[in-house]
């Protein structure tokens, strides 16, 4: 399967976007002072612990994607049949 041009920049830029966003919400959510992350003891409390499952998964996601945005974009370089 063939990807065009645009669609693998978009994939590449969701990927890149993916951990712009997630890097500075795990940055916020670690310095957290509202109470909702940490509880009075400062440990994690549920909130935590959900926002981080939800940041590591778009991390991973957002790697998956800009890679196949990457391949692809590598693939129609290699590939002078295809302008995209």
């Known amino acids: 399967m063939k990807l065009s041009r645009p669609v693998s920049w978009f994939l590449l830029a969701f ?4 951990w712009v966003i997630w ?5 916020n959510l670690w310095q957290d ?3 909702l992350a940490f ?10 612990w959900v926002h981080l ?3 590591i998964t778009s991390f991973l996601l957002g790697t998956a ?3 196949i945005g990457l391949r692809a974009l ?3 370089r290699r590939d002078p049949e295809n302008h995209g």
């Open 33 to 35: 002072a509202s109470g």
């Open 39 to 48: 509880d009075d003891a400062g440990d994690p409390t549920a909130y935590f």
């Open 65 to 67: 994607i800009g890679a």
């Open 53 to 55: 499952l939800l940041a």
């Open 15 to 18: 990927g890149v976007w993916s």
């Open 74 to 76: 590598r693939a129609l």
């Open 23 to 27: 890097i500075t919400f795990v940055k």
